[in-house]
Structures are given as C-alpha cells and as structure tokens.
C-alpha cells in the first residue's frame, strides 16, 4: 500500500498502573487508510458512462442541424424562379398523398413528444425538528450512558473520544428510550413511537406548506434503514393519513444512508411510468434501532454519530406545477460497490460475542467511500461539467490510460519543490455547481471530501452546520443541508445543488437539482432559531 494512503496519529494511554514501567506515560501510535485521492486514479470505463449518459438522447438533435444545413444548401442553390417551378410546376400532387404526409407528421411529432420524459419538478420539503426535551449535549450523552448501567469505562471513554472529533454540537437530537437503565430499547413499541413521531410531523408541516390533501398524492415512498415493522413505515403513513386505495406505496429498508436519494429515483420513476401527478418521499432513521450496548468498539462507533431526524419531499410530474415549484430534478447518478467482499461488508448488522446486536463500521469504510465516491463523480461529470472542464478532464484521463508507464510514478519534484505538473487534471466542480449538500456523516469525511474535491470552506459550510446543529440524521441529512442553504436565502434562479450521499452496500448517489426560480426564505424551517449564529457557532 501507498504511504499516501496512511495517516498516523499518537495516542496518549494514560500511565501505566503496573510492571516494571509503572508510572510512567505510556503512548501508542494509531496507523490508519486515508480517504484515497480518487481523483489521482480514474477508470476510464466510467468516463465512458458517464457520456453515455450525456449523449444517449442528444445524439438525435444533433442531427437535426446537419439535416437543416443540407437542406438549406439545397434550396440556397435555387433562384426563387426555380424553386416554384420544382415545387408546383414539376412536382405533382394528390389529396391521398397530402393526407399521408400530414399523418406521419402528426404520427411522428405525437410520438415525440409522448415519450420524451415530463420533468420531474420538487415543489418544496419539510424536515423534522424535535422537541427541546430530547435536546443532548456530548457531557449529558456520556453521562445519561453512564447511568444507564449498559456501558464500561473503556467503553465510555471511547464515545466521549469519538465525540469530542465529531464535529456534532450540543444540541443535536435523541429518543431519551436510548438511556433508559436495564432497558432493551430496540422493541416495535418504541420504534413505532419514533418513526411516527418524525415522519408525521414532517409530513404535517408539508401538506400544510404545499396546500396539498393527503390523497392527492399517487406514490409514496419510504426509506429507513433499519427499523422495518409489519404492516410496513410506508403503510402506517397511509393508515394515518387516510390514503387512497390505489396509491402506489414502497418501503425502502437496509440501504443506509444513500436511501435518500434512491428513493427520489424511484419516486421519479414511478411518477414517469404511471402517471400519477404528485409523489411523497419521506426519509428517516430510527435511532433506538442504531442504539448498541455491548463493548465491541467497531458498533459503538454509529452510537455517536446518529442523531434523530426526517424529511419530507413533494415531488410532481405535472407541468402546471412549474409555477409554484422550487427546483427541477436534472440528474441521478447511483454507484453500488456491493460485489466487493469489502465494500459489501463495510457497513454491517450483526450480533457481537454476547449476542448483542449493532451495526458494525468497518476500518476499510473510508477507503471504500472513496472508491465509490471515485465512481460516481467520474460517471456524473460529463453531465454537469462545463465543456472546457470535461475537454481537459477528459484528456487527462486519456494521456493516463494511453500511457500509464508516464504516469504510473510521478517524476521528481522541479527545482521550487513543485510537483503539480505530475498530477492528473482535477475538475473544478465548483463551474457545475452552485450549492453542495454532502452527506453530514463525520467532520474527518467532510475535510476528505473537500481536499479531494478542491471545495472551499463555504461549499461545505451547510454541510458542516447540519452535522454540527443535528448530527448524522442518516438519510434526511442531505435535506437539512438543502435547509440551511434556503434559510441563509442563498439559492438563486438557476443555481444547481449537487446533494450527495453514501450508505451501506456499498453505495454512493448523487443528485442535481436546478432551481427554478429565486428561493424566498422560508417562513418554517428547523435552522430560523439558529441560522444567524453559523456558521461561526461550529468553530465555538
């Protein structure tokens, strides 16, 4: 392995309580894997998607001016003498063959213009905030652990540890039933509790913002991870509601927190395939089902970073819906690494020693994102990048793959100590994009992230803040980010949003929205008590 791959890290133990260096400070040194440079390294097999993707439809307008050049040529060539003569004089004509030549037009034109696909716009979305009494702070959270009885010292020691690097605030949210002593939290009883509790409230605020009737609405869309009850969360929204009876219902559960953006896709196309005007996406995670009591430090790991959080979007196929909408859903890009034994393994349910159950964080899962994370972006830039962008991205790619032995060790450093001129072409994302809502897993992710991507401070400002005011809300978190921006009054008519999340699977999606008109600051939001406070409240 590349030692640019490895980052080290001393680790002060304590001293030490006995044997022949008792008393003396005792210190390890922690190796680590980097989130690789997967910019440094592109498979040209996904360029190759990516303008695929770009050139699968454009191809037939692209035509469209050669036929219109050589018939203007043609007819450019004739005086107008000769050009009435070929068209009446010459030329012949009966009523039969008029008809035939207006019905394929209509035929063709129809045909068109039925299967070009109806924009898929998003007229707003609601995320939930909690109550105050479910307010934790890191000291109240190792101390409510602590008296829960469920956790030892070393145990303890490690959370408040992962924690203080956390990058998650003191006023984040969590379902008290976590810390109830001598408990098993992760029963049906309270897992409907919270579930219902998030998805409703955010739900109530939307069909009130939106002036829309629960059974308007022809699909719904559920993700949760982890906490899938029978009847399903999908069919408890239905009950609740009072939904009509043919509406198309699906529940997502075990994709992580990637679902988000999944279960846009799915929405868009059962908005495309069926007709239906308006779809429902709710995104949400029961935290009391993330919720691990054992020692095994690799399970402990979700139970600092996971806060309680949901959302709720309203999409529409329906093209007088333009008016009032927000923004227009342009692009999906999904990447599924899960045929790798390593990837698929990275994020995983499972009991430990004592038959506890948890969910497992792999050491591999940084560089796993990485290798999806180098796959998606690679297959959504011809999509979104300027032209000059993709010309020298794209030449880049070409010279490495053509010549690997160039580029396969960088030669030695010029005179200045400079060694720029070794490295591929990195895109600048920031030409594509206006906002970035990436996925609030960590603050070590987001500071990857944004070396390797070449973002500034502010590109990942919504992203830090949400991590810092709510946590990694899982699948939601991307549209608490979208919240932020809406509540600082940033996004503009036209802007693109690039939301990018990653979950278990391996998975790593992207989404691109461009807005439609100006977005007015909301009138509710979760982020109005606290938006004037960021983003230097995160470094407080």
Not at 77 to 87: G, H, N
Not at 112 to 118: A, T
Not at 463 to 473: I, P
Request: hydrophobic share 40%.
């Amino acid at each position: 392995m590349a030692r640019e791959e490895l980052s080290t890290e001393i680790v002060n133990r304590g001293v030490e309580p006995s044997g022949p260096d008792a008393g003396s400070p005792t210190f390890s040194v922690r190796v680590r894997r980097r989130l690789p440079d997967f910019l440094q390294s592109v498979n040209l097999k996904y360029v190759r998607l990516g303008y695929h993707y770009l050139l699968s439809h454009g191809v037939y307008l692209a035509t469209i001016p050669v036929i219109v050049l050589v018939c203007g040529a043609e007819v450019g060539s004739l005086s107008r003498d000769e050009l009435w003569r070929k068209v009446w004089d010459e030329a012949t004509y009966d009523l039969a063959t008029v008809l035939a030549f207006l019905a394929v037009l209509a035929f063709t034109i129809s045909v068109y213009i039925m299967s070009r696909p109806r924009p898929i716009y998003l007229i707003d979305f609601a995320t939930y905030k909690p109550a105050d009494e479910l307010k934790v702070s890191k000291a109240e959270f190792i101390d409510l652990a602590r008296k829960s009885g469920k956790f030892d010292e070393e145990s303890l020691a490690f959370q408040a540890r992962l924690l203080a690097k956390s990058g998650i605030g003191d006023e984040s949210y969590m379902p008290r039933c976590v810390f109830q002593p001598d408990a098993n939290c992760a029963t049906m009883k309270e897992g409907r509790a919270e579930a219902s509790a998030a998805m409703f409230a955010a739900l109530d605020e939307l069909f009130d913002k939106c002036r829309v009737r629960p059974k308007d609405v022809g699909v719904l869309v559920v993700n949760c991870s982890l906490f899938n009850p029978t009847p399903s969360l999908s069919a408890m929204i239905v009950n609740h509601y009072k939904m009509r009876g043919n509406i198309l219902s699906y529940n997502l559960g075990g994709m992580g927190c990637s679902a988000g953006v999944i279960s846009i896709d799915l929405a868009r196309d059962m908005l495309q395939a069926s007709g239906a005007g308006l779809a429902v996406v709710v995104s949400t995670e029961a935290v009391s089902f993330t919720w691990y009591a054992g020692k095994r430090r690799s399970m402990l790991i979700p139970n600092a970073f996971f806060r309680a959080g949901a959302a709720a979007v309203l999409l529409s196929n329906r093209r007088r819906d333009f008016r009032r909408a927000k923004y227009q859903l342009e692009h999906v890009v999904r990447t599924h690494k899960g045929a790798d034994d390593r990837a698929f393994r990275s994020v995983y349910q499972e009991e430990d020693e004592q038959r506890i159950k948890g969910l497992s964080i792999s050491r591999d899962l940084v560089e796993v994102g990485g290798h999806a994370l180098k796959t998606n972006i690679t297959t959504l830039g011809p999509l979104v990048l300027p032209f000059s962008e993709q010309l020298l991205f794209f030449a880049g790619v070409l010279f490495r793959h053509l010549y690997p032995s160039k580029t396969s060790t960088p030669p030695p450093p010029a005179a200045n100590g400079d060694t720029s001129a070794a490295a591929p072409y990195i895109p600048d994302f920031k030409r594509a994009f206006e906002h970035f809502c990436m996925h609030a897993a960590s603050r070590d992710v987001l500071e990857h992230l944004q070396r390797n991507l070449g973002l500034r401070d502010a590109d990942l400002e919504a992203s830090r803040a949400a991590l810092h005011r709510f946590g990694n809300t899982s699948s939601s978190s991307i549209w608490y980010e979208l919240a932020y921006l809406e509540a600082k009054g940033r996004v503009r008519r036209g802007d693109r949003v690039w939301q990018l999340a990653f979950g278990s699977g391996f998975k790593c999606n992207s989404a691109v929205w461009r807005a439609v008109g100006r977005v007015r600051r909301p009138s509710r939001s979760p982020w109005l008590d606290c938006i004037d406070q960021y983003p230097a409240r995160m470094d407080a």
